[in-house]
């Protein structure tokens, strides 16, 4: 006796193709290409598969949907009968109780039909049985709306997977399908279509969960490119607080531009909630660059400690000399615990953004603003600055204002005369912080998850690092024409770069606007009239005989490029050539830089094998179909030999499942992860916000903080990623101090250690994944570039 097998019954609006068992996909072709007859009783087909694609063409044709029913198996088990219905067969089920929230259904219990069974005799399918009459209008015109209809050919999911990694709108590469099609009506499914599927892509190139598929993601990256650092911290429950990740491209920059890093945390990423925390420097064509990354949960001085803490060993140890961050607590106090030599700067952008708001009560606000303003720029020492803030405060009965006393206690922090003794490569605020986030405005949004965001942030960078090489090649293949005849003017053409000699072009040009008065000995005083007519003296001293200038401006001191002011006493010295000293190597464009010799494989499946050979073949068939589509026969001949190499060609059938791709190894997961809880940050809610608010820092978190990490050498034992304790700067450090140094050309000792021992945690132990620098030691670089 025969065993029954009902086949759930599947909604007409839902995912068929589970059900279906093949694949159904199509070319994008009219969707009526001949007359199908009508179904009788005793017609033969070679397979169940064959008889319902005749239903469904049958379907198409009069206007009805379509489904598979059921099906009952002999006992051999092989298939003998299958029930195909109308796609409105079965009864409405609302599967929302919200009575305010129920969604349309087509099931109206429509009773058409068609039972196939296997002939015995004839080892064929015959249609034993049918019902053609419906209990429902039928449409021909809206056929290629139904469900069974829909189908995307793999040659558009194929456009559509590229459009996507390339940032293309799903709206924009729908479009360019319609145009291509011929319209509307010669698509063969619907926008909604295209993005399940670029959404199911998503989900099986990175995995389900968020946290899940950063791990995967960040292991995938560790096997990949020697160097990738990576710690996820975690609170009691197993919830994933924050993350912080570097390339080793990244890692390998904060060599040559470590110096002085812009922190901010403005920039929301994510549907969660979660801020994105760049570290940025500038490189030597005054470009932002990336020193690593995090996203965190709160803004506590918690957070930023490990933050700090755990960047601070991704980069060998060595803090960087300058940090440059607004105003929040949190921040200085993490600051003051994990970079206690470093010198740190508040952003005098933020500061001055809060005078309308702090000081528009008073009657004489708008003179207030200008004293403040001249007070703030046009102070030169630490003597003027006082002498004017004072006097400012006096005349405008500022004395009792709490909020100018707090900025004059921590005036060292911001006012430029203060801190332009040190270099800060002239940032003065957190804009190169806001410009990162801007650049990944575009590839990331509130609604982002985690795990889309890592891939979004994988061609952000690929965008940035091309942008970085096309500046290089400009640098390399031109040259800026002189404006004067002077020697220094050329002398710093030859060795800058255009941005950084485009700098000192403008001061040499300005220096037209100075006079030189000699005030005895090596003092001398410099009158500028700028372009607004103001007069301002300011004091150079210059020792000829140790070939050293220093101006009161400090330009030189805190941006590496000499003043006008210094250039017009050099002039009137007769000096035709820049001492060596004011020749800064950051700002060179012949020095042979470690860091633009990293390669990082940004996504490895584009260089697959596979992927190649289907480039070749799809550019192989635009060139015939260029030629053959300008002559029916030609194309007829063409169509008939495709089809014809279609039957001979031995292909493994495609499923869905060869869709994934792996973006990890292999291993065992001990300690399930659960994705981040959604953050509530400070202040008034965004959709609130009349204009956009200083960022204040959240409450503190109380809970425990764990670390994960991969080592390369055991790459295959992801278990054992799950720390317990996060790792102090003195224990990194105690370690650091173990390793015996290398000398090399290329590396000071601080990133040599560490480009020979990628130092992760785990628990109480330290994990160095080996680093592999052969080539870098044999000094073989594939560079056009002149060394020095």
């Given amino acids: 006796m025969d065993n029954l097998e009902q086949v759930e019954e599947v909604d007409e609006v839902e995912e068929l193709e589970d059900l279906q068992g093949v694949d159904l996909e199509g070319n994008n072709e009219e969707l009526v290409p001949e007359i199908i007859v009508k179904p009788t009783v005793g017609m033969f087909f070679d397979s169940p598969d064959e008889m319902f694609e005749y239903y469904k063409g049958y379907g198409l044709q009069e206007g009805f949907p379509v489904?598979?029913?059921?099906?009952?198996?002999?006992?051999?088990?092989?298939?003998?009968?299958?029930?195909?219905?109308?796609?409105?067969?079965?009864?409405?089920?609302?599967?929302?109780?919200?009575?305010?929230?129920?969604?349309?259904?087509?099931?109206?219990?429509?009773?058409?039909?068609?039972?196939?069974?296997?002939?015995?005799?004839?080892?064929?399918?015959?249609?034993?049985?049918?019902?053609?009459?419906?209990?429902?209008?039928?449409?021909?015109?809206?056929?290629?709306?139904?469900?069974?209809?829909?189908?995307?050919?793999?040659?558009?999911?194929?456009?559509?997977?590229?459009?996507?990694?390339?940032?293309?709108?799903?709206?924009?590469?729908?479009?360019?399908?319609?145009?291509?099609?011929?319209?509307?009506?010669?698509?063969?499914?619907?926008?909604?279509?295209?993005?399940?599927?670029?959404?199911?892509?998503?989900?099986?190139?990175?995995?389900?969960?968020?946290?899940?598929?950063?791990?995967?993601?960040?292991?995938?990256m560790q096997t990949e490119n020697n160097g990738f650092f990576f710690s996820l911290d975690l609170d009691e429950e197993g919830r994933l607080k924050n993350v912080f990740w570097a390339d080793p491209r990244s890692r390998a920059a904060y060599k040559d531009f470590g110096d002085v890093v812009t922190f901010d945390t403005t920039y929301l990423t994510n549907k969660y909630d979660m801020p994105f925390a760049p570290f940025v420097g500038v490189?030597?064509?005054?470009?932002?660059?990336?020193?690593?990354?995090?996203?965190?949960?709160?803004?506590?001085?918690?957070?930023?400690?490990?933050?700090?803490?755990?960047?601070?060993?991704?980069?060998?140890?060595?803090?960087?000399?300058?940090?440059?961050?607004?105003?929040?607590?949190?921040?200085?106090?993490?600051?003051?615990?994990?970079?206690?030599?470093?010198?740190h700067r508040w952003c005098l952008w933020h500061i001055l953004k809060k005078v309308p708001e702090k000081l528009g009560r008073y009657v004489q606000y708008h003179a207030i603003r200008v004293s403040l303003h001249s007070v703030v720029y046009d102070s030169y020492t630490p003597v003027e600055f006082e002498e004017a803030w004072h006097g400012m405060l006096d005349k405008y009965d500022l004395i009792n204002n709490q909020w100018l006393n707090g900025l004059y206690e921590e005036r060292n922090r911001w006012v430029p005369c203060f801190v332009k003794n040190s270099f800060w490569a002239g940032m003065s605020t957190t804009q190169r912080s806001e410009s990162m986030n801007a650049f990944f405005d575009g590839y990331v949004n509130s609604k982002t998850t985690l795990k889309q965001f890592v891939e979004k942030y994988e061609k952000a960078m690929e965008s940035k690092i091309e942008k970085e090489w096309q500046t290089d090649a400009r640098c390399f293949s031109q040259r800026m024409p002189c404006r004067t005849s002077f020697a220094m003017e050329k002398q710093v053409e030859a060795v800058y770069t255009i941005s950084k000699f485009q700098e000192f072009q403008q001061e040499l040009a300005n220096k037209i606007y100075c006079e030189v008065f000699s005030c005895g000995g090596s003092e001398y005083e410099v009158i500028e009239n700028d372009e607004q007519s103001r007069e301002k003296t300011l004091k150079v001293f210059f020792g000829k005989n140790e070939g050293e200038i220093h101006?009161?401006?400090?330009?030189?001191?805190?941006?590496?490029?000499?003043?006008?002011?210094?250039?017009?006493?050099?002039?009137?010295?007769?000096?035709?050539?820049?001492p060596e000293k004011y020749i800064l190597r950051r700002w060179r464009k012949d020095v042979r830089r470690f860091y633009s010799k990293v390669k990082v494989s940004y996504d490895s499946r584009n260089s697959s094998i596979e992927h190649q050979q289907y480039i070749e073949e799809c550019t192989a068939f635009y060139d015939v179909a260029e030629v053959a589509s300008k002559n029916e026969e030609s194309h007829k001949n063409i169509m008939g030999w495709i089809e014809k190499?279609?039957?001979?060609?031995?292909?493994?059938?495609?499923?869905?499942?060869?869709?994934?791709?792996?973006?990890?190894?292999?291993?065992?997961?001990?300690?399930?992860?659960?994705?981040?809880?959604?953050?509530?940050?400070?202040?008034?809610p965004p959709t609130q916000r009349k204009q956009k608010q200083f960022k204040r820092p959240k409450q503190k978190s109380n809970n425990a903080s764990t670390s994960t990490t991969v080592e390369d050498s055991e790459i295959h034992e992801f278990s054992s990623q799950v720390a317990t304790t996060v790792p102090t700067q003195e224990s990194h450090m105690t370690l650091l101090a173990q390793q015996a140094p290398f000398e090399h050309a290329f590396f000071p000792p601080y990133y040599q250690s560490w480009m020979n021992y990628g130092g992760v945690h785990h628990g109480n132990l330290q994990y160095f994944p080996q680093q592999n620098l052969e080539e870098a030691n044999r000094g073989e670089f594939s560079s056009n570039e002149p060394s020095t």
Wanted: positive net charge.
């Fill in 645 to 684: 190499a279609m039957k001979d060609v031995s292909l493994n059938v495609r499923s869905d499942g060869d869709d994934t791709y792996n973006y990890g190894g292999s291993g065992s997961y001990t300690e399930i992860i659960q994705d981040p809880v959604v953050t509530r940050r400070k202040g008034r």
């Fill in 67 to 220: 489904m598979r029913r059921s099906c009952r198996k002999g006992d051999d088990g092989s298939l003998r009968y299958v029930t195909f219905t109308c796609g409105r067969n079965g009864k409405s089920k609302a599967k929302d109780t919200n009575v305010l929230r129920l969604q349309p259904n087509q099931k109206i219990g429509c009773n058409a039909k068609l039972g196939g069974r296997f002939d015995l005799v004839t080892g064929k399918w015959v249609i034993g049985n049918m019902i053609l009459e419906h209990n429902h209008a039928v449409s021909p015109s809206k056929s290629r709306y139904y469900r069974c209809n829909r189908t995307i050919s793999p040659f558009v999911k194929k456009q559509l997977e590229i459009n996507d990694e390339a940032g293309i709108r799903m709206a924009q590469s729908f479009k360019s399908v319609v145009v291509e099609a011929g319209g509307f009506e010669k698509v063969s499914f619907l926008e909604k279509d295209a993005r399940n599927h670029i959404d199911k892509v998503r989900r099986l190139r990175l995995g389900e969960g968020d946290v899940v598929a950063i791990q995967r993601y960040f292991k995938k």
């Fill in 283 to 343: 490189n030597h064509h005054d470009q932002s660059i990336l020193l690593g990354c995090g996203l965190i949960s709160h803004e506590d001085t918690e957070t930023f400690t490990w933050l700090f803490d755990t960047w601070l060993s991704c980069m060998s140890g060595s803090p960087p000399l300058g940090i440059i961050t607004d105003q929040d607590k949190a921040m200085k106090n993490a600051i003051e615990i994990v970079f206690p030599n470093t010198r």
């Fill in 551 to 578: 101006c009161v401006c400090k330009m030189f001191e805190y941006k590496g490029i000499l003043c006008r002011h210094a250039i017009t006493v050099l002039s009137r010295n007769h000096i035709q050539l820049l």
